[in-house]
């Protein structure tokens, strides 16, 4: 007997599924990648923010901490206390500095000062810096360091074992601000140029006073992000207020 064949045969995809298949995991491809991307830009995004907020936040705080123990003058750049820095360190600070905090502590023999520098001022020097954009400013420090302990400061009566002014911040931004205080009592610092990314206002007991204990401190922090091209921008201020009478 012979064997009956069934005419039907098994057959693959036409070429018309194959194309819209392909499309679809295409499609779905993309559709992930996109996803991963976004989420790695979002990553990169939040360390970076993170980051720029904690060195903001720690900054603020050691400045308010070394407020708290000073009377603040109200005309940094012309202070007659600038005479106690030693000369070789005062002549060093650049002409483009603009001082910011002229701190009067009552245990130390000379004030603390806190300037700024243009990023691309020759007078920085740190390799380290070189990573930021050369459009951010540079906050200097000069003052004693803080002992072993942390609560007392170093060589308090001798400026000059103090060494250089110390780059603490790096990542200010130098965007302009048209700003002004809350009201003709208190003073813009710097008192000249352009408030950028760190400044201050402090409350005048008179119009002519030449120290206050309490100010209002503002710091705007921009990190240049290459893999996400674009700026983060953190900003934060906070009202300090000196145990230090002024009378």
Known sequence: MKKKFNSKTTTGFTLVELLIGSVLTFGLIS???????????????????????????????????????SLVSTQPATDSELSKIPSFIFSSIPSDAKYILLLKNQE??????????PRNSPYVT????AKVSSSNIVLYRWGPSLDSSGDKYSSP???AAWGNPV???????????TT?????????????????????????TTQDAKEANLLRLYLTGKVRSERLSRDLIYKKNTQVYSRISNN
């Open 180 to 204: 002004t205080c809350l009201d003709n009592s208190w003073k813009l610092i710097p008192n000249t140029g352009a408030a950028e990314g760190f400044y201050v206002c402090v409350k005048l």
């Open 108 to 117: 130390l023999a000379a004030p603390i000062i806190y300037f700024t520098v």
């Open 126 to 129: 740190q390799t380290w810096l």
């Open 31 to 69: 559709l992930m990648g996109m996803t991963l991307g976004q989420i790695t830009k979002d990553s990169i995004k939040s360390e970076l923010q993170v980051q720029i907020e904690q060195d903001s936040d720690f900054l603020v705080e050691f400045i308010a901490n070394e407020i708290k123990t």
């Open 157 to 159: 009566n001798n400026p």
């Open 167 to 177: 780059p603490i911040a790096d990542w200010l931004s130098a965007d302009s601000n």
